[in-house]
């Protein structure tokens, strides 16, 4: 049970984790987080990138704390985190902090608590990009996540403006969360 306390010292202030039922996009998007915390590009994340990263993403953990977390997931001789260690350090705060569910590949469609968790996580990830609150999504608001999080689209607000309208279902400009849900539950990973 120590060790569960000890990893639990990280600062992380959101109650959930988002997660897809899809296990080819959970890996996908592991992927690409990843890719975006290696800012060097050097394959590997160290304790400082993923320190930065967490901060950028308004998770504010103490840089002894993290270490103590993630170096144990450091491979002798590594300057950081490799995929597979983020793999790793990923599932095991996934198991500790949320039971697992990520990794669950039974279909649970019928079973109203695991909609409810769904309906959960989706309402907590709208959050993340409704920066005001108001109950929509704006384009100022997404280029500034899509900012914060290092992604490209953040730099142009024409390619945000497209974005926004690609979802925007009763062509208001803003993205609600019921178009959000839409959204989320219908993303397609070309083969």
Do not use: C, W
Request: charged fraction near 30%; charge should be negative; proline fraction near 3%.
């Amino acid at each position: 049970m120590d060790s569960y306390d000890d990893n639990k010292r990280v600062n992380i202030q959101s109650s959930s984790s988002f997660r897809l039922r899809s296990p080819s996009l959970n890996a996908l998007r592991l992927q690409r987080i990843f890719d975006l915390f290696d800012k060097n590009g050097d394959g590997f994340i160290t304790v400082d990138e993923l320190s930065q990263a967490l901060s950028r993403l308004g998770l504010n953990a103490d840089l002894s704390d993290l270490l103590s977390t993630v170096e144990s997931y450091i491979q002798p001789g590594n300057t950081g985190l490799n995929f597979d260690d983020f793999s790793s350090l990923h599932k095991t705060l996934d198991d500790s902090f949320f039971g697992g569910a990520g990794d669950d590949d039974d279909d649970n469609d019928d079973d109203p608590s695991s909609a409810a968790a769904d309906e959960s996580d989706l309402a907590e990830a709208f959050k993340v990009f409704d920066e005001n609150g108001d109950g929509f999504i704006s384009a100022r608001e997404l280029q500034a996540v899509l900012k914060k999080l290092g992604l490209p689209e953040g730099g142009e607000m024409e390619r945000v403006e497209k974005m926004i309208v690609s979802v925007d279902r009763n062509k208001d400009g803003r993205v609600d969360f019921f178009e959000f849900k839409n959204m989320m539950r219908t993303v397609v990973i070309p083969s």
